[in-house]
C-alpha cells in the first residue's frame, strides 16, 4: 500500500459539510463519521494510499475516529451545518480539497440520500473490517480496537474488483 498526503479527518468532515450544505442534504453527526469513514475507506480501494493521517476504531455503533468524536456530538439528532472550528477560531482544511473534490462529491451521490443507520448498517456488515474487529474485541473483552489500514484495503479493493464494469466506471469518476 502506498504512503501519499494524508488529511486530518475534521479537514475531510469539512469538506463533506461543504458538499452536503451545497446538496442541502441532511447530515446527521452520526452520518458524517461514516462518511468520512467510507471516504478513507473507498479512497484505500481505489487509489491504494490512506487519506486520513488517523485510525479508524471499532466502537459499539461501528466505526469510528476519535478526534471527530471530540468535534460532534454523537448522541443528537440535529443537522451538523457548521463547519468544524479550532479553538482559535480557524477551520481544519484538507492541504489540497480540489484533488479530493470530485471523490467526495460521488461519494455524497453514493451515500448522501441514505440515513445514518442505513449507512451504519452498510459500514457494519459481517464481514466488514468494523464487523471483523468488533468480533475479535468482544471475544477478548478488550479495548476498543483499532481498524488497520490493510483491513480496510482489502475490503474496499474487493468491493472495487467484484463490480469491475460498475467499478471501473466509478473509479474514474472517483480519480478525476
Given amino acids: ?11 475531510v468532515a469539512n469538506e463533506l459539510i461543504l458538499v452536503a450544505y451545497e446538496d442541502e442534504g441532511p447530515l446527521s453527526a452520526r452520518k458524517l463519521m461514516a462518511l468520512v469513514y467510507l471516504a478513507h475507506g ?9 487519506l486520513l493521517n488517523e485510525p479508524i476504531v471499532a466502537t459499539r455503533y461501528g466505526p469510528s475516529i476519535r478526534s471527530l468524536e471530540q468535534w460532534l456530538r454523537m448522541d443528537s439528532k440535529r443537522d451538523v451545518r457548521a463547519l468544524l472550528i479550532l479553538r482559535d477560531g480557524s477551520s481544519p482544511r484538507m492541504a489540497n480539497p480540489s484533488r479530493m473534490q470530485n471523490h467526495l462529491e460521488v461519494l455524497w451521490t453514493v451515500y448522501g440520500r441514505m440515513s445514518a443507520n442505513q449507512i451504519q448498517r452498510i ?10 474487529c468488533w468480533r475479535e474485541r468482544h471475544e477478548n473483552l478488550g479495548d476498543e480496537l483499532i481498524i488497520p489500514d490493510d483491513l480496510i484495503y482489502s475490503y474496499f479493493s474487493r468491493r472495487t474488483n467484484r463490480r469491475r464494469g460498475t467499478a471501473a466506471a466509478n473509479q474514474d469518476a472517483f480519480s478525476r
Fill in 1 to 11: 500500500m502506498l504512503k501519499a498526503v494524508t488529511e486530518q479527518a475534521a479537514a
Fill in 42 to 50: 473507498w479512497h484505500l480501494g481505489y487509489h491504494h494510499s490512506p
Fill in 123 to 132: 459500514t457494519c456488515l459481517g464481514d466488514s473490517p468494523w464487523s471483523l
